[in-house]
């Protein structure tokens, strides 16, 4: 069973341009993607986990109501979205869109 279906009607609607890195993603198969989705759930479980014992530190010493905690992060991987699974999108370097 593949695990994202629809990748060429998903794309109906993009501008080349935010395509144009594709050429240079890894093409991987099923299996590959499958393992490429249970390891970035497997990170955010592990930062979940990781939160969770920052709040039960600061609780335990008293100091939840004094703090505030700011989470950053970056844009993450595509994960599939529009077929693309790098973080590769919408180049400096990417040709003029031709539309």
Request: net charge neutral; proline share 4%; aromatic share 10%.
């Amino acid at each position: 069973m593949p695990v994202i279906r629809g990748v060429k009607e998903d794309r109906a609607d993009i501008p080349p341009i935010a395509l144009a890195n594709y050429r240079f993603q890894y093409k991987m198969n099923d299996e590959q993607r499958r393992e490429c989705v249970q390891a970035y759930y497997s990170a955010i479980s592990f930062m979940d986990a990781q939160v969770g014992h920052v709040v039960d530190s600061l609780d335990r010493l008293g100091l939840a109501d004094k703090t505030v905690i700011v989470f950053i992060s970056d844009h993450g991987y595509h994960m599939g979205e529009h077929g693309l699974w790098q973080k590769m999108s919408i180049s400096k370097r990417a040709p003029a869109c031709q539309c």
